[in-house]
Every structure is written in C-alpha cells, then in structure tokens.
C-alpha cells in the first residue's frame, strides 16, 4: 500500500510516529481509531488510468489529522503539506516516487469527540513496472 510508505516516510522525518506492527503511534492506515485524539489517517483512495507502454501510475493518498486543538491540528496538516508537496525522486520503500502533487489541507469540522479535523489529498506519480509495461 503506497500509504504505508508515506506513514513510514513521514515517520523517518519525525512527523508522525508510524508503529505498523506494534499498538501504539499516532499514525493510521486506512481506518482512524477512537483514540488517541491527536492522530493522523492516511488511506489509498485510488488513481488514474494508467498508461499502456511506460510504467508510470498516478495514485492518491489522503491524509486526516485530527487535534483536539484547533492550531495544533492545522499546524500538524501544514507540517505534513510542507513535507510532502513538491518531494520528488525519492524511494519509499519499495516504490520509487516521481513526484508528489498535493491540495492544501482543508478543515473539515469537529469530530463527535470535539476533535478539530483537517483533510488533504494528495496525486502521487509513481514508478509501476508490470509485465506489459516498461
């Protein structure tokens, strides 16, 4: 999942803390869990048609931030926006990032908890060798 590999990006840039295989952290794949309050979600939301002959994919990624503080909760969204705007050539794990498009975050209201939440999306182009592309 390419949302594993920006968590464990941002995580090795001291942004998040991204446990995937130990409870804890404040960084999520997929689905956010009721605690801790401030926490952050990134999830695969799907991508472009991708091209018959170069292999080259465009993928999204959304990230949630969610901070019982207002300020904190957009200063943590901008934080992660700053970060990964305009990043480019750079291995996350085993995907090769071309570059990294991004809106930048928008508040999206409180939770049911009075947690204030931000959202962003990202287009990611990454390198996608198949057996039918280059």
Same mark, same amino acid.
């Given at each position: 999942?390419? &949302?594993? &590999?920006?968590? #464990?990006?941002?995580?090795?840039?001291?942004?998040?803390?991204?446990?995937? #295989?130990?409870?804890?952290?404040?960084?999520? $794949?997929?689905? $956010?869990?009721?605690?801790?309050?401030?926490? !952050? %979600?990134?999830?695969?939301?799907g991508g472009e048609? +991708?091209? @018959?002959?170069? +292999?080259?994919?465009?993928?999204? %990624?959304?990230?949630?931030?969610? *901070?019982?503080?207002? #300020?904190?909760? *957009?200063?943590? &969204?901008?934080?992660?926006?700053?970060? @990964? $705007?305009?990043? =480019?050539?750079? &291995?996350?794990?085993?995907?090769?990032? !071309?570059?990294?498009? *991004?809106?930048?975050?928008?508040? $999206?209201?409180?939770?049911?908890n009075g947690r204030?939440?931000? #959202?962003?999306?990202?287009?990611?182009?990454? =390198?996608?060798?198949?057996?039918?592309?280059?």
């Amino acid at each position: 999942m390419l &949302a594993d &590999a920006v968590a #464990t990006y941002l995580d090795g840039e001291g942004l998040v803390d991204y446990r995937p #295989t130990t409870a804890g952290g404040d960084c999520f $794949i997929g689905l $956010i869990p009721s605690g801790p309050d401030r926490a !952050v %979600v990134l999830a695969d939301t799907g991508g472009e048609e +991708g091209h @018959l002959e170069h +292999g080259y994919d465009m993928r999204y %990624v959304q990230a949630r931030v969610r *901070s019982k503080d207002l #300020t904190d909760a *957009s200063d943590w &969204a901008y934080s992660l926006y700053d970060e @990964l $705007i305009g990043l =480019r050539q750079e &291995a996350l794990g085993s995907t090769y990032l !071309v570059a990294c498009w *991004s809106f930048p975050p928008g508040y $999206i209201g409180q939770d049911k908890n009075g947690r204030h939440e931000f #959202t962003m999306n990202m287009r990611l182009e990454v =390198r996608a060798k198949t057996t039918h592309r280059e």
